[in-house]
């Protein structure tokens, strides 16, 4: 598909998606971005893109797929950081809340002490959230090689942290 046929087919589409965006996210910012993020999606697959009957239809799919698909990433990670935070219950003692603090302390500075391309990958995809294909994008990487530098990663902070666990101190 060339540029000139994708303006023709999708361009038609950006006010409504924007509109439809606008109600998704409730934030103008927002909306800007997930109908950007739709159309990058779509220009990067037209080649694979078949003989679309109804590229609204089509457009506005791509665009609500993202959005969900960022409203269940967000979903995971806040409960993942309450888990860390709160002492992983609502009916956590002070204690509890207190020593779950300090292991998410105790795991930075773990996290700080890893070679330097791990450590950016690890702090982009679990405490920034960034997606796989961003983090590669931004390190040179393929999406398998950050995968594998994340799983290196998160292997060493857990062998560190049982080995620090075991002589109390890190």
């Known amino acids: 598909m060339t540029a000139s046929e994708f303006k023709c087919l999708f361009l038609p589409c950006h006010k409504q998606m924007y509109w439809v965006a606008i109600r998704l996210t409730e934030n103008a910012e927002d909306a800007e971005d997930l109908v950007q993020e739709a159309f990058m999606r779509l220009w990067l697959k037209r080649g694979e893109l078949p003989k679309v009957d109804s590229p609204m239809s089509f457009a506005m799919r791509t665009m609500r797929n993202i959005f969900i698909d960022r ?100």
Not at 144 to 156: E, F, M, N, Y
């Open 71 to 170: 409203k269940r990433k967000r979903r995971m990670e806040k409960s993942d950081c309450e888990m860390a935070v709160t002492g992983f219950t609502d009916n956590s003692t002070a204690d509890d809340r207190l020593l779950a603090a300090e292991t998410m302390q105790q795991v930075l500075l773990l996290i700080d002490k890893l070679p330097e391309q791990q450590r950016r990958i690890i702090t982009m995809r679990n405490l920034e959230g960034m997606p796989m294909e961003e983090i590669a994008r931004n390190t040179g990487l393929s999406e398998a090689g950050v995968r594998t530098s994340l799983s290196r990663a998160r292997q060493a902070v857990k062998q560190q942290f049982k080995r620090n666990d075991n002589d109390g101190k890190i």
